[in-house]
């Protein structure tokens, strides 16, 4: 069953096991951030994407992602980078008190560190946000009981010189796929707003060590 995530109890629970590791993380150096917007759309409570621009340089263009992107030199710390990124992709201006803390983070192919910015940022319509189309192609939502169903979860196993080397969750069904480290942040975030709920994937690399 699906706890009441937006409740205020549940803020707080979720806010009081993020806590320390928010505080040991949040300063330290990354080279990007992302935010993970837990949203209500028409009352049903949702986690908000992005489809990348199919314009954009690099093999991450048409990709589902989170909003967010590289560290800035003048950004405060990671949170700082991840509304920042939010408000210039999406159009969404998070209040920094709207972040209930920072979830595990993850390496990309390159070793850099990425990591999630876990937000409330209360009810929306993905269809009204003014994206940045130098960037972002299309917003949208996927419902936490869509993610939570079994029919919609599948996982990918990557090979290394013919040998199986290790698995990362996918989520279908939805208006695009989500994988790679967007649907590893999923992951964690079922975790924690569903504990009991959502059976995890097996170990795969790409895990910060806290």
Request: charged fraction near 20%.
């Amino acid at each position: 069953m699906l706890p009441d995530c937006l409740s205020a109890e549940g803020e707080q629970r979720c806010r009081r096991l993020l806590g320390k590791a928010t505080a040991r993380l949040r300063a330290r150096p990354a080279a990007a951030a992302v935010l993970v917007p837990l949203c209500s759309v028409r009352g049903v409570p949702a986690l908000l994407y992005t489809l990348r621009s199919s314009l954009l340089a690099g093999r991450h263009k048409g990709d589902v992602s989170f909003p967010g992107g590289k560290c800035d030199p003048a950004d405060r710390d990671v949170v700082h980078t991840a509304l920042r990124e939010t408000q210039e992709e999406v159009g969404l201006a998070v209040p920094e008190d709207h972040v209930w803390g920072i979830l595990q983070p993850v390496f990309d192919q390159e070793k850099n560190t990425v990591v999630p910015v876990l937000a409330g940022v209360g009810p929306l319509d993905p269809q009204s946000l003014k994206a940045n189309p130098k960037e972002v192609d299309e917003v949208f939502a996927l419902p936490l009981t869509h993610l939570l169903q079994v029919q919609n979860q599948g996982y990918t196993n990557f090979r290394q010189r013919g040998n199986f080397c290790y698995t990362m969750p996918v989520f279908l069904h939805g208006p695009h796929r989500v994988w790679g480290l967007t649907a590893v942040i999923t992951e964690f975030t079922l975790q924690l707003l569903a504990p009991g709920a959502y059976k995890p994937s097996l170990e795969y690399p790409g895990l910060s060590r806290r």
